[in-house]
């Protein structure tokens, strides 16, 4: 799991909403997880071992 549920439920709310459907958290975090993975892609092709800002 790479989003923490409570911090998302916790922002969800803030805006006014107040449910979450199950399905939510799995396709926030696979979509997270890609940014993630894309991210280092950009990095390894850059030759740095450091992911930044701009690779995302």
Do not use: P, W, Y
Not at 5 to 18: A, C, D, F, L
């Amino acid at each position: 799991m790479v989003t923490i549920k409570s911090q998302v439920k916790e922002t969800i709310k803030n805006q006014g909403i107040n449910n979450i459907a199950e399905d939510f958290h799995e396709i926030l975090n696979k979509r997270v997880e890609n940014i993630i993975l894309e991210a280092c892609e950009r990095a390894k092709k850059n030759q740095r071992r450091t992911v930044m800002g701009r690779d995302i």
